[in-house]
């Protein structure tokens, strides 16, 4: 998957180099919130490349990884959405801008090997398990622009995953959609 969104962003790039400030990288960090709830909050880091097609139109690539610690377990669940959007940007003053995407993608979680204790002493472990579903990213935010190629921001997603199962010696152990609310502090790079 991640190959087939670097040959995105590379035919996207190439479509466009002629024309000035049409292409987008935008990278960002922040806090994450995530359902169902024996989750702890967590971090999100993303990275997004956008061509707009008009001044207020384009469309491009989204990778966001997620990781949440588990209640009761020793390591961390890592959740990664990856996918395309439709982006829309419209200034409120001359150096402030509404952006809103959406897109739709693969939504994986890494859940880690763990061990069940049983009352009766006896345990079982439980393999690393990775499910994945289509997912879907619904994002709003500010943007200054601090230069006519830098600009800092503050973003609003949410993300979410179809149902995921959670497999294990051929046995469903759960089966959950997981959605997360995601609060980031945004730069963006245009040329």
Known sequence: MR???????????????????KNEIGIKLGYSLIKPNDYDPGTIFGLSYTRYFTNTIGMGVTLNGFTYNVRGLEDNLINTFDGIHVASRFHLADDLLFTAKFGIGIYTCSYPEFTILFENGSTLDVPEMNPY????MINAGLRYDITERFGIGLNLDYIGSGSLEFKAFGIDLAEEEQK?????????FRF
Do not use: D, E, P, R
């Open 3 to 21: 190959k087939l969104v670097l040959l995105i962003i590379v035919v996207l790039s190439f479509t466009g180099v002629a024309s000035a400030q």
């Open 133 to 136: 579903a289509i997912g879907y």
């Open 180 to 188: 997360s609310i995601n609060i980031t502090l945004a730069t963006t």
